[in-house]
Nanobody, 124 residues
Framework: VQLQASGGGLVQAGGSLRLSCVASVVSFRSYVISWFRQAPGKEREFVSAIGRGSHPYYEDSVKGRFTISRDNAKNTVYLQMNSLKPEDTAVYYC???????????????????WGQGTLVTVSS
């Protein structure tokens, strides 16, 4: 399984970016796909996940601002990020696994496959 994340960049506070995660995998629809982020000097943290049935999950600080979606025909998950804040600045990673269960989707340890990360910088 290979994951390719893209779409990061530099944006002013209040702006928007859309991240993409393309998976080279068979049976993409059977994978839970998540986004994590890691800011300098901080632990990697959960941002959002999308289940096999496309149910979305969000970390509290991004609810109402970020939207996760998936296109199974394109093996792609998107993270639309609106109303960006300087505290959203981080490297964003997508992660995937077929074995993720509901109680563990927020844990990085639940995912065996990771993309290379894409840098999001939000200026104030």
């Amino acid at each position: 399984v290979q994951l390719q994340a893209s779409g990061g960049g530099l944006v002013q506070a209040g702006g928007s970016l859309r991240l993409s995660c393309v998976a080279s995998v068979v049976s993409f629809r059977s994978y839970v796909i998540s986004w994590f982020r890691q800011a300098p000097g901080k632990e990697r943290e959960f941002v959002s996940a999308i289940g096999r049935g496309s149910h979305p999950y969000y970390e509290d600080s991004v609810k109402g601002r970020f939207t996760i979606s998936r296109d199974n025909a394109k093996n792609t998950v998107y993270l639309q990020m609106n109303s960006l804040k300087p505290e959203d600045t981080a490297v964003y990673y997508c992660a995937a696994d077929r074995q993720v269960i509901l109680s563990s989707y927020r844990s990085a340890d639940a995912y065996n496959y990771w993309g290379q990360g894409t840098l999001v910088t939000v200026s104030s």
